[in-house]
Antibody
Framework: QVQLQESGPGLVKPSETLSLICSVS????????WSWTRQSPGKGLQWIGY???????NYNPSLKSRLTISVDTSKNQFSLKLSSVTAADTAVYYC???????????????????WGQGTTVTVS | EIVLTQSPGTLSLSPGERATLSCRAS???????LVWYQQKPGQAPRLLIY???NRATGIPDRFSGSGSGTDFTLTISRLEPEDFAVYYC?????????FGQGTKVEIK
């Protein structure tokens, strides 16, 4: 079955760029959307953005000016770059498969059905 | 941006009891785009319900979802020990996903 694994530095300095990669195994990255979501310590979930396997993206407006999400189909990976980080960006970052299907001309949403285990990023 | 408000914040119940969790949206949400997740400490969220009322693969039938418009409900018919966790609703609208703040179901 499909598995996701986040990787990247656990510590980032303020004002620098946070960079994470999500590696997809057990299945192809093609034909799906892929999302990043984060969870600040003791808080709820915040959607960051998603990328389609074609490279098209959609970002949370609150992060859009600092955010780049991209996909590398040859490596079956997608990545997150968040610039000018502050302590408020300290969180557990999750990648997930975001399951949409187009059936009979209508879009159906099946939720984020596969998640990575998450990676903790501290800005300090 | 659609704001999702979950209530109650914490639900204290005993195993075997019924849990009813509410998710209210600041404006109408298509049922197609309303999802529920379960999260246990130190774990990633787990998909429970999509399309407001459809159980995801492998989810026991004691979990059910209902609702439409601005009011949605997740019901756990008889709590098992492994069901004590935090539950989040999520919606997609105007090209943005938002999550509720979560309801913690704790052992009484």
């Amino acid at each position: 079955q499909v598995q996701l694994q986040e990787s990247g530095p656990g510590l980032v300095k303020p004002s620098e760029t946070l960079s994470l990669i999500c590696s997809v195994s057990g299945g192809s990255i093609s034909s799906y959307y892929w999302s990043w979501t984060r969870q600040s310590p003791g808080k709820g979930l915040q959607w960051i953005g998603y990328v389609y396997y074609t490279g098209s993206t959609n970002y949370n407006p609150s992060l859009k000016s600092r955010l780049t999400i991209s996909v590398d189909t040859s490596k079956n990976q997608f990545s997150l770059k968040l610039s000018s980080v502050t302590a408020a960006d300290t969180a557990v970052y999750y990648c997930a498969r975001d399951h949409w299907e187009l059936l009979g001309g209508k879009e159906y949403y099946y939720g984020m059905d596969v998640w990575g285990q998450g990676t903790t990023v501290t800005v300090s | 941006e659609i704001v999702l408000t979950q209530s109650p914040g914490t639900l204290s119940l005993s195993p075997g009891e019924r849990a009813t969790l509410s998710c209210r949206a600041s404006q109408s949400v298509s049922s197609t785009y309303l999802v529920w997740y379960q999260q246990k400490p130190g774990q990633a969220p787990r998909l429970l319900i999509y399309g407001a009322s459809n159980r995801a693969t492998g989810i026991p039938d004691r979990f059910s979802g209902s609702g439409s418009g601005t009011d949605f409900t997740l019901t756990i018919s008889r709590l098992e020990p492994e069901d004590f966790a935090v539950y989040y609703c999520q919606q997609y609208g105007s090209s943005v996903y938002t999550f509720g703040q979560g309801t913690k179901v704790e052992i009484k």
